[in-house]
Antibody, heavy 119, light 110 residues
C-alpha cells in the first residue's frame, strides 16, 4: 500500500526558513513526480511545486520560486520542501502528493503538515 | 496566474445530478488534457476522483464523470448522495510543468 508520511507541525517566526519532509513507502519515488500543495486556513488549494522522479528537475509556482527549494533523497525515499523568508501568508497546511507519470492526477497524498508563521 | 474559476457553491437533493464547471484559459484547460478533479472533506486531504479530463481512478464511484469543452472542464455527480457533500477542486497543467487549481466548489446535499 502506498503511503506518504509527512513531518509534524511547525511554528515559525517571520523571516525564518522551513523544511517539511515527505517519506514514501510502497512505490513510487523512483517513478512518480512528487508535488507540493498548500491550503491556507479556510481557503482553497494552491499548487506549490513539483520534483521529478530522479530529483533532477523541479518547478514551482511563479510567486514562490525565489523562496522555494525542492530536493529528494532516493536512499531514504524522502522528498523535502524548503521555504525561506517566511511570511504570515505562508501559514497553511502543506501536502505532498504523488503523480504517476504524465497523468496530471495526484493519486496519493500525505496527511498534511500545518505550518504557522507568527511572531 | 489566477486560479481557475469554479462556482462557489452548488446544491442538489439526494438522487439528483449536479454539474460543477471549471473555467480557465487557452493556456491551461483549453490546451491541456491533464485536467483532474479532487474531492475534499473537512479536515481531510484531497482525494483524486478524475484525471486526464475523463478518467476515473480505480475505486472511484461511476457516479462521478467529467468532460471538457474549450476552456471549460466540467464534473458531474449523478445520483447525489449525502456522502458527496464536500469541497471539489479542479486542477490543470498550465504549461512548463506547472499546475493551477480551481477556486473550489462547496457541494451541499439538501
Amino acid at each position: 500500500q502506498v503511503q506518504l508520511v509527512q513531518s509534524g507541525a511547525e511554528v515559525k517566526e517571520p523571516g525564518a526558513s522551513l523544511r517539511v519532509s515527505c517519506k514514501a513507502s510502497g512505490h513510487t519515488l523512483s517513478t512518480h513526480y512528487i508535488h507540493w500543495v498548500r491550503q491556507a486556513p479556510g481557503q482553497g488549494l494552491e499548487w506549490v511545486g513539483l520534483i521529478s522522479p530522479g530529483g533532477h528537475f523541479t518547478t514551482s509556482a511563479q510567486r514562490l520560486q525565489d523562496r522555494l527549494t525542492l530536493t529528494r533523497d532516493t536512499s531514504t525515499a524522502t522528498v523535502y520542501m524548503e521555504l525561506s523568508n517566511l511570511r504570515s501568508e505562508d501559514t497553511a497546511v502543506y501536502y505532498c502528493a504523488s503523480e504517476p507519470p504524465a497523468t496530471g492526477g495526484f493519486d496519493y497524498w500525505g496527511q498534511g503538515t500545518l505550518v504557522t508563521v507568527s511572531s | 496566474q489566477s486560479a481557475l474559476t469554479q462556482p462557489a457553491s452548488v446544491s442538489g437533493s439526494p438522487g439528483q445530478s449536479i454539474t460543477i464547471s471549471c473555467t480557465g484559459t487557452s493556456s491551461d484547460v483549453g490546451s491541456q488534457n491533464l485536467v483532474s478533479w479532487y474531492q475534499q472533506h473537512p479536515g481531510k486531504a484531497p482525494k483524486l476522483i478524475i484525471y486526464e479530463v475523463t478518467k476515473r481512478p480505480s475505486g472511484v464511484s461511476t457516479r462521478f464523470s467529467a468532460s471538457k469543452s474549450g476552456n471549460t472542464a466540467s464534473l458531474t455527480i449523478s445520483g447525489l448522495q449525502a456522502e458527496d457533500e464536500a469541497d471539489y477542486y479542479c486542477c490543470s497543467n498550465a504549461g512548463s510543468s506547472t499546475y493551477i487549481f480551481g477556486t473550489g466548489t462547496e457541494v451541499t446535499v439538501l
